[in-house]
T-cell receptor
Framework: KNEVEQSPQNLTAQEGEFITINCSYSVGISALHWLQQHPGGGIVSLFM???GKKKHGRLIATINIQEKHSSLHITASHPRDSAVYIC????????????????FGKGTKLSVIP | SAVISQKPSRDICQRGTSLTIQCQVDSQVTMMFWYRQQPGQSLTLIAT?????????ESGFVIDKFPISRPNLTFSTLTVSNMSPEDSSIYLCSVEVFDRAERTFGSGTRLTVV
C-alpha cells in the first residue's frame, strides 16, 4: 500500500481555470514537498510545508496536519503549467539517516489547454 | 538553495555497456541521493552517496550494478553497469543540506538502452 496518495492521476483544464491537486498520507510527517516535473525529466521543488499555507505567484500550497492532507492550487492556469506534480513526504517515524527519506506519490499529470 | 548540474541529460546506449552520470553541486551539501524513475512510475531511491565511503544502497539495488562515488561534498557519480533494456529510466540526483530539509533535484538523465 502506497503511503502517499495523490488525486487526480490525470487532469485536463482550460487555460485560466483554477486547479486543485490533492495529497493524503497515512501517518505523521515532519515535512511535505510539492514538486514539478517537466517532460524532460528534471524536477523543481515548488514548496516545502510543515504547517499552514504558502504562496508563490499563482501557486498556493496548504496542509492540514490533523487530517493528513495537503492541496496544491494553481490560479489562472496557463499552458506552461502543464507538467507532472508530485507530492513527497518525510515521515516522522523515521530517525537518523532514515529521516532524510522521502516517500513519493505517483504524481498528477496536468495538461492545460489554450 | 543549491544548484545542481547533472550530465548527460540523455543518452541512448547499447545493452551490455555502462554509463556514468555526473552530479555537480554549486555548494557543499550534506546529503546526496540517486533516484530512478521508471516509465510511468514514481521515484525510487537507489542509494545515498556518502562522502569518502561506500554508498548506502536500498533494497533491490547493488553496488556491482550501480557503483557510486562521492569524492567530496559537491560531486557524485552514478554508473549504470552492464545495461539491459530494463534499465531504461530517468535517473535523478538530489541533494539536501543538513537541518534545512529543503530538497533540490537535478535535471535528470533520460537513459534508453537498446
Amino acid at each position: 500500500k502506497n503511503e502517499v496518495e495523490q488525486s487526480p492521476q490525470n487532469l485536463t483544464a482550460q487555460e485560466g481555470e483554477f486547479i486543485t491537486i490533492n495529497c493524503s498520507y497515512s501517518v505523521g510527517i515532519s515535512a511535505l514537498h510539492w514538486l514539478q516535473q517537466h517532460p524532460g525529466g528534471g524536477i523543481v521543488s515548488l514548496f516545502m510545508l510543515s504547517s499552514g499555507k504558502k504562496k508563490h505567484g499563482r501557486l498556493i500550497a496548504t496542509i492540514n496536519i490533523q487530517e493528513k492532507h495537503s492541496s496544491l492550487h494553481i490560479t489562472a492556469s496557463h499552458p506552461r503549467d502543464s507538467a507532472v506534480y508530485i507530492c513527497a513526504v518525510r515521515f516522522s517515524k523515521y530517525s537518523g539517516a532514515g529521516s532524510y527519506q522521502l516517500t513519493f506519490g505517483k504524481g498528477t499529470k496536468l495538461s492545460v489547454i489554450p | 538553495s543549491a544548484v545542481i548540474s547533472q550530465k548527460p541529460s540523455r543518452d541512448i546506449c547499447q545493452r551490455g555497456t555502462s554509463l556514468t552520470i555526473q552530479c555537480q553541486v554549486d555548494s557543499q551539501v550534506t546529503m546526496m541521493f540517486w533516484y530512478r524513475q521508471q516509465p510511468g512510475q514514481s521515484l525510487t531511491l537507489i542509494a545515498t552517496a556518502n562522502q569518502g565511503s561506500e554508498a548506502t544502497y536500498e533494497s533491490g539495488f547493488v553496488i556491482d550494478k550501480f557503483p557510486i562515488s562521492r569524492p567530496n561534498l559537491t560531486f557524485s557519480t552514478l554508473t549504470v553497469s552492464n545495461m539491459s533494456p530494463e534499465d531504461s529510466s530517468i535517473y535523478l540526483c538530489s541533494v539536501e543540506v543538513f537541518d534545512r530539509a529543503e530538497r533540490t533535484f537535478g535535471s535528470g538523465t533520460r537513459l534508453t538502452v537498446v
